[in-house]
T-cell receptor
């Protein structure tokens, strides 16, 4: 699976949009981009995933670059409950395993 | 949405004893479940993949005889830490693969914090 690079930490003000970047320059054509988040002392939570097109769900939006070498998770209006470690994972559709990197620790400032 | 329940959420045991952790998929059948371990300030590390009705597949470096995994039904997988020692103290997390899609979405339990004295 392709390696991902994320900033170690980010801060954002409450009620502001948050853009969490992820680089995955070695992604292949059959790799999906997954985002999970882990709140303190909890198991990870699925956020969103995509292949080529931008995706929206009730939690977030996923913007995928045209060359697929990077993506951005967008939280449209951050709340204190969005403070978590966000993991960007690239996994081939034929591979059941998810490999977690170090993720981005998001701090929300009231 | 898919719900995975993990029990217990927290356990303290004496060194040398065994501890069993249960992972249940509440509203779907999970043919494949996964067990992870997470040490403080670190990321999740996959320990093993559990398939219903067959033996688990362990990641390199994980002791099969120490971490016994049973996946006897489509809704239950168990992890038994045998003869636990202080270095086994960690946060253990299970997940279940979404049976509907083929994008390999996983749904996670809340985790079990194990402290071995």
């Amino acid at each position: 699976d392709a390696k991902t690079t994320q900033p170690n930490s980010m801060e954002s003000n409450e009620e502001e949009p948050v853009h969490l970047p992820c680089n995955h320059s070695t992604i292949s054509g059959t790799d999906y981009i997954h985002w999970y988040r882990q709140l303190p002392s909890q198991g990870p939570e699925y956020v969103i995933h995509g292949l080529t097109s931008n995706v929206n769900n009730r939690m977030a939006s996923l913007a995928i670059a045209e060359d697929r070498k990077s993506s951005t998770l967008i939280l449209h209006r951050a709340t204190l409950r969005d403070a978590a470690v966000y993991y960007c994972i690239v996994a081939n559709f034929g591979n059941e395993k998810l490999t977690f990197g170090t993720g981005t620790r998001l701090t929300i400032i009231p | 949405g898919a719900v995975v329940s993990q029990h217990p959420s927290w356990v303290i045991c004496k060194s040398g004893t065994s501890v069993k952790i249960e992972c249940r998929s509440l509203d779907f059948q999970a043919t494949t479940m996964f067990w992870y371990r997470q040490f403080p300030k670190q990321s999740l590390m996959l320990m093993a993949t559990s398939n219903e009705g067959s033996k688990a597949t362990y990641e390199q470096g994980v002791e099969k005889d120490k971490f016994l995994i049973n996946h006897a039904s489509l809704t239950l997988s168990t992890l038994t830490v045998t003869s636990a020692h202080p270095e086994d103290s960690s946060f253990y997390i299970c997940s279940a693969r979404d049976p509907e899609g083929w994008e390999n979405i996983q749904y996670f339990g809340a985790g079990t914090r194990l402290s071995v004295l």
